[in-house]
């Protein structure tokens, strides 16, 4: 015997159907790998969870899920006044995760804007100790200094800052042009330097030639001599004065003539 089903049965199936899935969906949770899931029951905390497939009591136990992975949160830019009163503007990235997802929870309310707003009040802070000059320089040491204060205040919210990075430093105008007019005058002073300091290395090699020559006549003479072999060469005009040891220009001639002579006898037999 067929039994009929009113409109009245179907909308009370229909509406069984809602609750069931309702509940159903309130109390299974799957949660991935890299996730915990904080349970409180009646708002009290009764433990952490997961991974995997989770039951909680319906409308009793409430679920916060938790990402236990690497989080970055984007510095936006920060006018900061330098030790040395200058204006800069500068940004960095902080690099988080989550240890402990009970105080996590439990000790602060939105983790990640209080670390946003943490980074940001302590990078004006140390920023403000230090001169432009070392902010240029030492970024890694800057780095490192912010990252254990920030890390230091929010160990105790389950936290653990692994590192912070400062992106970009932008300077005014005109301290850009002054720098590069200070390293300009750097390269300048340097170039002196060099420069002086070959001049007194020539100086210093010219005088101990000097003394060698005043105690060999002769040698200046021969030296005198490979001068006038060397300007022949090019088959340039010579113009030749007299000099000690040389009685007249033309025996000065022919005792360069002479000297080259010899020069190229000497080449040769060293070919052969």
């Known amino acids: ?25 309130r ?11 904080v349970v409180l029951r009646l708002g009290k905390f009764v433990g952490i969870r997961g ?9 009793v136990d409430r679920g916060l899920i938790i990402d236990m992975r690497i989080n970055t949160i984007d510095v936006p830019k920060q006018e900061v006044i330098t030790r040395d009163n200058v204006t800069i503007r500068i940004d960095a990235a902080v690099y988080y995760r989550v ?14 804007y209080a670390i946003a707003m943490l980074a940001q009040t302590t990078m004006r802070d140390i920023i403000g100790q230090i001169e432009l000059d070392d902010v240029l320089t030492k970024r890694d040491e800057i780095n490192k200094r912010i990252q254990s204060i920030i890390d230091e205040v929010t160990e105790p919210w389950g936290i653990k800052v692994s590192m912070v990075t400062l992106k970009a430093v932008e300077l005014p105008e005109g301290m850009i042009r002054a720098m590069a007019h200070q390293a300009e005058a750097e ?16 100086a210093k090699i010219l005088s101990e030639a000097a003394l060698t020559y005043e105690a060999h006549p002769i040698a200046l003479r021969l030296r005198e001599l490979q001068t006038y072999v060397d300007i022949a060469k090019e088959k340039n005009v010579i113009v030749i004065t007299e000099s000690l040891g040389a009685r007249t220009a033309t025996e000065a001639i022919a005792t360069a003539f002479a000297a080259q002579k010899a020069s190229a006898s000497v080449s040769q037999e060293t070919a052969k």
């Open 51 to 59: 991974p995997g497939l989770i039951l909680l009591v319906p409308f």
């Open 27 to 37: 109390s299974i949770r799957i949660v991935r790998e890299w996730e915990r899931i």
């Open 1 to 25: 015997m067929a039994v009929a089903i009113g409109p009245l049965e179907i909308f009370g199936i229909f509406l069984l159907l809602i609750i069931v899935f309702t509940i159903l969906s």
């Open 187 to 202: 390269r300048i002073r340097r170039a002196r330097i060099i420069e002086a300091e070959a001049e007194r290395t020539a």
């Open 99 to 112: 240890i402990d997802p009970e105080k996590a929870v439990l000790r602060v309310r939105d983790y990640n």
